[in-house]
C-alpha cells in the first residue's frame, strides 16, 4: 500500500489535471494558450429581448429572453428591431447575426443574400452527434421547412437515434439561427421546444408551416407535411438526402 505522502502527491497531480481540463472549456480551439474575448450584443425582436454572445472568431449563444404567446398573431410583429446600445468594438459575428435576425424576422427574403455568422461555441469545435445534427438541420431544413426527429436522425447517420437528437436540439446554442424550432413529432404534433411551445409555435406559424392556430389538446396541425426537407414525402426516412 502507497505511503502518505505518495498518495498526497497523486491527489495533488489529479487536481492540477482536472483544472487544466477546466480551463480548456474556455479556450479558442486550435488556440489553447487564449481565452475567447467575449462579446454580447442586446436586440429587440417580436420575440422580446434576444442576447447574442460570442467573440471576434464566431458566435457562441442566442438567447431569448422574451417569451411569446401561443395565441399572438406573427403578423402583429412590431416594426423592425432597435439594435440596443453597446460597446463600439462589438465582434462582427455579432453584427452579422443581429443583422440576420432582422431580416428573419422581418424581410425573410433577404435571407440568402445575408451571411451566415461563423460559429464558435465549444460544441461546434468537437466531433460529435450534437455537431452533425445541428450541422445538418442547419444546412437541410430551410425557412417553411419542417422534419421529424427520426427523419433528422438519419440524415445524421443514425436513423434509431430520434432520443439523441431530442437532446441536440436542447443543447442548440443558436436558437432560430440553427432552425431547431422546425424539428417536429412523426405524428405531426410540434413537440417540445427550449424556448416554450409558444415561441415554436409562433415561428412555424411566422415561417408560414401551420394551416390552424395553436391546438390546445396537443399540438398543430401542419400544412405542408416535411415539404421540402423531405422531398415531397411523408416517409419516415428521408428522400433525396445523403
Not at 6 to 30: E, M, T
Amino acid at each position: 500500500m502507497p505511503r502518505l505522502p505518495a498518495l498526497l502527491r497523486c491527489s495533488a497531480s489529479l487536481r492540477l489535471q482536472l483544472l487544466a481540463v477546466g480551463a480548456l472549456g474556455n479556450a479558442v480551439p486550435g488556440r489553447m494558450d487564449k481565452v475567447c474575448d467575449m462579446k454580447y450584443k442586446m436586440m429587440d425582436s417580436p420575440l422580446g429581448k434576444i442576447e447574442l454572445s460570442g467573440c471576434e472568431q464566431g458566435l457562441h449563444g442566442i438567447k431569448l429572453h422574451g417569451r411569446k404567446g401561443a395565441d399572438t398573431d406573427p403578423m402583429e410583429a412590431p416594426p423592425p428591431p432597435e439594435l440596443l446600445c453597446g460597446p463600439e468594438d462589438v465582434a462582427e459575428p455579432l453584427m452579422q447575426c443581429a443583422a440576420w435576425l432582422d431580416a428573419y424576422f422581418h424581410k425573410p427574403a433577404l435571407l440568402t443574400e445575408l451571411p451566415l455568422p461563423s460559429l464558435h461555441h465549444p460544441v461546434f469545435q468537437q466531433d460529435s452527434f450534437t455537431r452533425q445534427v445541428l450541422w445538418k438541420l442547419l444546412k437541410v431544413v430551410k425557412f417553411g421547412e419542417m422534419i421529424s426527429y427520426q427523419q433528422l436522425a438519419a440524415l445524421a447517420g443514425n436513423p434509431k437515434a430520434a432520443r439523441a437528437v431530442g437532446g441536440a436540439m436542447r443543447n442548440n446554442p443558436v436558437p432560430i439561427l440553427i432552425p431547431c424550432h422546425r424539428v417536429i413529432c412523426s405524428s405531426g404534433a410540434v413537440g417540445n421546444y427550449s424556448g416554450g411551445l409558444g415561441v415554436k409555435e409562433w415561428l412555424l406559424a411566422h415561417e408560414g408551416s401551420l394551416v390552424e392556430g395553436p391546438s390546445r389538446g396537443g399540438g398543430s396541425r401542419l400544412a405542408r407535411s416535411w415539404r421540402g426537407a423531405l422531398g415531397g414525402t411523408t416517409s419516415s426516412q428521408p428522400a433525396g438526402r445523403n
